[in-house]
Nanobody, 122 residues
């Protein structure tokens, strides 16, 4: 099993910055893609950014140029650096990881963190 623990959320003024971290622990063989999703009140959860084990990244259009996703494979940790934050970035941010629990596993399992609140005031 894989546990994901997020940290780094909080309250920030518009234009400010935050860095989210998500550390994976537990018993697993490897981590594939890791990503950050967010869910604002009354809205569906959306993908914010994703990074593969080979460090290929992709972002939702609304955060391109402002957010940067990175990962430290040695620490099994993924980060989300958020700059130039806007009130519309306010949401609960969730970490996601695809994990292979044993060698030869064909399809990875999907795991989620508990979420961390990001609030951007205007």
């Amino acid at each position: 099993q894989v546990q994901l623990v997020e940290s780094g959320g909080g309250l920030v003024q518009a234009g400010g910055s935050l860095r989210l971290s998500c550390a994976a622990s537990g018993s697993f063989f490897s981590l594939n893609a890791m990503g950050w999703y967010r869910q604002a009140p009354g809205k569906q959860r959306e993908l914010v950014a994703i990074i593969t084990s080979g460090l290929v990244t992709n972002y939702v259009h609304s955060v391109k140029g402002r957010f940067t996703i990175s990962r430290d494979n040695a620490k099994n940790t993924v980060y989300l650096r958020m700059n130039s934050l806007k009130p519309e970035d306010t949401a609960v941010y969730y970490c996601n990881a695809e994990a292979l629990l044993f060698p030869g596993q064909t399809y990875p399992y999907d795991y989620w963190g508990q979420g961390t609140q990001v609030t951007v005031s205007s």
